[in-house]
């Protein structure tokens, strides 16, 4: 049996496992790291959810898939990991979401998948939808005999009765449900129930809500973290200086669903929450690694662990994902390979810039296939199996920013003079240097080495007037080089159909042109 367990946990900061000397307690993950590889330097593509999981399962850059919202239609002209399996006689399966808005151009209007932005990936077999509303976890919840509530949303928000720490608790309120029935264990659990039923290979997409808010962790995780402890915070002394660095960061700490008070506590205590639910999610995937040991599984099956994207947590006084810091993009990439070609590199890892338009490639090539021409990225398989990166491997990491809002974006573009096409940014980010480029607002220019918190924008100082002109005509090349390329190996002549099939990277390699009619 050869299988795949892909996982995502939604809105997980990348530097937040205890293998890389955070707090946040996961034990599993590290273990899953020290038998597997642990990438240092994994980037989302975009935000939030559905842009950056478009880019994740086509493996294509937003400027191509152009699903640039929740809510965009995914053009259902470009394959997917999962269509693409299937020619290998898999049914993939999801757990989950994957927050794909369906091209509207194969339903009819009033198809259910034309209500929401959380439809299924085309390709993958639904077993357990489980988008925001939570409707399987709810009747789940009903059958163990829990009254119904009005909404299925109010099992994910309702806290035991007593005080918040910002009221004078010892500690954040927790779920009152307890942690075996959290949507977390239902998820797991449903996973288990799957795989034991399989007599063949099978690929597993557990997409997990958490630690996506709302931030209430079921206890013993709502306690793990002291809030009087986490009041540390990346930014300005205050709001108004923070929002001086920029109109577009000015315009989201003017939004109160995007900035955080003064109330530190409060935002402390939310904090706690978050890293609770980490612990909750790593608990959970003990189980499910233990689960795979105990059937003999562990050694046929390709792990792969991620996140969407990440979360600001209070960091320049920002909650949730948007924009351009890195806080926002930075996730945790682990995989695991089981053959014997990754034996000898064994808990490496890697620093090299790796994205999420690598685990589509990633995928494939485990199954043996090879990647559409449509994918940007590259299987990582070969840098786990040497412990190293390539040669040409990429030097730094990409990601779009699309914050037009079909639906209410009015106020937006008026506050900021933009049309709703005018309304994104590109950034380029390497080891040292940061350049962010809108298409109608200023750039922004960050010393990483010297302002890791991106404090100081310096993109109209004098003495790094040379290097921002030179990361703009890097960005200008990389958008040029990663222009959607499906046919452009082929011409149709005299002869028949010409093909000339050639990899994106520079290398050592060279591939002749080949005919066929």
């Known amino acids: 049996m050869k299988n795949i367990l892909f996982i995502t946990a939604d809105q997980w900061r990348g530097e937040c496992l205890s293998s890389l000397g955070h ?66 006689k898999y049914n993939p399966v999801l757990f989950g979401y994957t927050d794909t808005s369906n091209d509207p151009r194969d339903y009819h209007a009033d198809h259910q998948y034309m209500r929401t932005y959380e439809g299924p990936l085309p390709g993958i077999d639904p077993i357990l939808m489980m988008g925001s509303d939570g409707k399987a976890w709810a009747d789940w919840l009903a059958d163990k005999g829990y009254s119904m509530p009005t909404s299925s949303v109010d099992f994910y928000t309702k806290k035991a009765e007593q005080p918040e720490y910002e009221e004078g608790g010892p500690e954040p309120a927790p779920l009152a449900l307890p942690r075996k029935h959290n ?40 306690s793990m973290y002291p809030p009087k402890d986490l009041m540390n915070f990346e930014r300005q002394p205050d709001i108004q200086k923070e929002a001086r660095q920029h109109p577009l960061l000015e315009h989201y700490l003017n939004l109160p669903r995007h900035f955080v008070d003064s109330n530190d506590k409060r935002t402390a205590r939310l904090k706690a929450s978050y890293f609770g639910l980490m612990s909750e999610v790593d608990d ?15 050694d046929n099956t390709l792990i792969i662990f991620t996140s969407d994207h990440g979360e600001q947590i209070g960091d320049h006084w920002l909650i949730g994902k948007m924009g351009y810091f890195d806080a926002s993009y930075h996730i945790p990439l682990i ?35 090879e990647a559409p021409n449509q994918c940007e990225g590259r299987s990582l398989l070969s840098t786990v199996e040497k412990g190293q990166a390539p040669t040409d491997w990429r030097d730094a990491a990409h990601w779009e920013f699309d914050f037009r809002s079909v639906s209410s974006g009015e106020s937006l573009e008026s506050s900021l003079g933009l049309t709703q096409h005018q309304c994104s940014l590109n950034v380029i980010r390497d080891e040292h240097y940061k350049y962010v480029h809108f298409t109608n607002l200023p750039p922004l220019f960050f010393d990483l080495k010297k302002d890791p918190g991106e404090f100081i924008n310096l993109a109209e100082h004098s003495d790094y007037a040379s290097l921002v002109l ?45 005919s066929s009619r």
């Not at 959970?284 to 562990?298: T, V």
């Not at 000898?344 to 043996?368: Q, V």
């Open 470 to 514: 030179e990361y703009a005509q890097k960005m200008l090349s990389w958008r040029m080089n990663h222009d959607e390329q499906t046919l452009t190996h082929l011409a149709l002549t005299d002869d028949g159909i010409m093909s000339r099939e050639a990899p994106r990277y520079r290398s050592n390699n060279t591939q002749p042109a080949s």
């Open 23 to 88: 707090l946040v307690q996961t034990p599993n993950l590290d273990m899953l790291a020290s038998e597997g590889t642990l990438f240092l330097n994994h980037f989302a593509n975009a935000v939030p959810c559905g842009p950056s999981r478009a880019s994740l399962h086509t493996g294509m850059y937003l400027q191509n898939h152009r699903s640039g919202t929740n809510g965009t239609p995914l053009d259902s002209r470009h394959t997917n990991w999962a269509i693409e399996a299937r020619k290998k």
């Open 335 to 369: 995989i695991r390979d089981p053959g014997d070609k990754a034996n000898k590199h064994r808990g490496k890892k890697i620093s090299a810039f790796t994205e999420n338009i690598d685990i589509m490639p990633t995928m494939l090539d485990w199954i043996g296939l």
């Open 183 to 222: 949507d977390t264990w239902f998820m797991t659990d449903s996973v288990i129930d799957y795989i034991e039923k399989q007599q063949k290979s099978w690929i597993v997409h557990l997409s997990l809500l958490r630690p996506h808010p709302p931030w209430i962790a079921p206890a013993p995780y709502n």
């Open 284 to 298: 959970n995937l003990g189980r499910l690694f233990r689960y795979l040991k105990n059937i003999g599984q562990w």
